[in-house]
């Protein structure tokens, strides 16, 4: 089957695309592939409401079957000449459950020339824990996937997820979209989860699905917060429970007057909004955390060679963002063994991610390369900020982001201050401008060629900075660029420097 095959090609640039017939979207995705890194290209979706009437009548929506064929003739035209290896088509709860989902397939089979896996709930479930798994590796705690009929959980598991369930509890399975009566719902939410809730409960809840991303960006809204990135973005018990409280007591009007929010998603957010309040209390969450990859890039991941999948995502998304022709490839594990002696010395600031983050932010060395001289700083720092990258919190992605900038310019403030000292603290900006500059030295002493690295070593001895060249390479290597770079480097260690 299509959804079943290896993604053609050895390990590398290639594209995958995902089809996904869900109960309240269909939906085209266009990936490119390099390595682990996972880029969106295209994405086009139709809001065919399969699942609208399942509830009362136990069938498809007409009008959603209608809607949903015109899309996928489109995609099918679309896609003309893919290798099927390469297409994954899936469908979901509400296909799966309906009496009439069988006759749907035909018909999609039909007239789009498409064949659909339909999936299991427990299937569901899983390939949505290693779509999380694809965007975070160390994710712990329950996925929750919320879609338009059911809600998918499922504990995270290093090697695989397991113990999957599929409940209705979906908007549209709760009465989307009709007008929302909370202590009834409500009610029904927790009956149903009650079932569940001992099995899954966990500090850590891990919220996949487009209702609870706007959920997300509505509380970065009322919290002001600058960062408007929606994955891995966290929000305490608390802050998650205070968001889903307001917005499931909110009428569509008051709705579609909110910043922010999908003006597509007005009749079925209150249910969603319902289902994370009931979710939070009954399996006692302390933290959520929103992840932007779900089933579709679960589905990508599974068929990556075992080689790519247990590659890092960060490392391999900044090489890929990175690639230019023409500079050495190996430049970027050169610097990261340059670096060692001084910066991997130094105390840790993120823990047991530290030495990741500096192996990223070489994968980051050149990526100013093609872009104007003047301004290579704010234009890298930008790139990183707000990059399509997997695998990094928010306080990582600014970290990378000041350590591009400093990179590039020796100025102290990077541009968004208000940004990075919100993310921040001050020790990690600290030590972004550090590695940065650290990372200007390497590649301006080497000239970019990773075997002069070879030729002299950087470290920190007592409260001194030192810089040294093997016999016979100083004039070669320490210049006055060079010395310039150094004095950075040492000045944001808060260190004495001896070049020699």
């Known amino acids: ?25 269909v939906r085209l995705v266009i990936y490119r592939l390099e390595g682990r890194a996972i880029w969106t290209v295209y994405n086009e979706k139709a809001l065919a409401g399969l699942g609208r009437d399942l509830t009362a ?57 498409l064949t659909v896996r339909v999936l299991s709930g427990a299937e569901e479930a899983r390939y949505a824990a290693l779509g999380v798994l694809a965007g975070q590796p160390d ?70 699905g487009g209702a609870w991303r706007n959920l ?36 569509k009007a008051s709705l579609e007057r909110m910043q922010g929010l999908s003006k ?67 430049l970027p594990d050169a610097l990261d063994r340059w670096l060692a002696p001084a910066i991997g010395a130094l105390p840790p600031v993120f823990g047991a991610r530290e030495a990741t983050l500096i192996a990223a932010a070489c994968r980051l060395a050149d990526l100013g390369a093609r872009l104007h001289p003047d301004h290579r700083g704010e234009l890298a720092f930008e790139q990183v900020l707000r990059a399509p990258i997997a695998g990094m919190s928010h306080p990582e992605r600014a970290f990378l982001a000041s350590a591009a900038f400093a990179r590039h310019n ?7 201050p208000g940004t990075i000292t919100r993310v921040l603290t001050t020790e990690r900006r600290q030590r972004a401008r550090a590695l940065g500059s650290a990372i200007r030295l390497g590649c301006d002493l080497s000239a970019r060629n990773p075997a002069l690295l070879e030729r002299s070593t950087l470290r920190v001895a007592g409260d001194s900075l030192v810089l040294t060249a093997e016999a016979g390479w100083s004039d070669m290597l320490l210049g006055e660029q060079t010395a310039k770079r150094a004095q950075t480097l040492a000045q944001a260690l808060r260190l004495k420097l001896q070049v020699g």
Not at 410 to 416: D, K, L, V
Request: one cysteine or more.
């Open 1 to 25: 089957m299509q959804s079943q095959a290896p993604l053609s090609g050895a390990a590398g640039v290639r594209q995958a695309a995902v089809i996904d017939i869900g109960s309240n979207s």
């Open 57 to 113: 009548t136990g069938r498809l929506s007409p009008q959603g079957v209608e809607t949903a064929l015109v899309a996928l003739r489109r995609f099918r035209a679309a896609l003309s000449g893919w290798n099927t290896a390469e297409l994954f088509v899936v469908a979901t709860a509400a296909v799966r459950d309906a009496a009439d989902g069988a006759a749907f397939i035909r018909k999609v089979e039909d007239e789009a020339g």
């Open 139 to 208: 994710a712990a705690g329950v996925v929750g996937d919320l879609g338009g009929a059911s809600l998918e959980l499922v504990h995270l598991d290093p090697h695989a997820p397991r113990h999957g369930v599929t409940l209705p509890l979906g908007p549209f399975a709760l009465g989307a979209p009709r007008a929302l009566d909370v202590e009834r719902t409500r009610k029904h939410i927790v009956a149903e989860l009650d079932q569940a809730a001992l099995a899954f409960r966990t500090r850590e809840f891990h919220a996949v």
């Open 216 to 251: 997300a960006l509505l509380h970065m809204e009322m919290a002001d917060y600058p960062l408007r990135v929606a994955h891995q973005y966290e929000m305490s018990r608390s802050d998650a429970v205070d968001v889903a409280r307001f917005v499931a007591r909110q009428s």
């Open 264 to 330: 597509k998603r007005f009749d079925t957010l209150p249910y969603s909004a319902l289902v994370l309040d009931a979710l939070i209390e009954r399996l006692g969450v302390e933290r959520v955390v929103i992840s932007a990859y779900g089933l579709r890039e679960g589905l990508l991941l599974e068929a990556m060679p075992s080689e790519e999948q247990v590659r890092d995502p960060l490392i391999e998304g900044c090489a890929a963002l990175t690639m230019v022709h023409g500079l050495a490839n190996a």
């Open 410 to 416: 020796s100025g102290p403030n990077t541009p968004e």
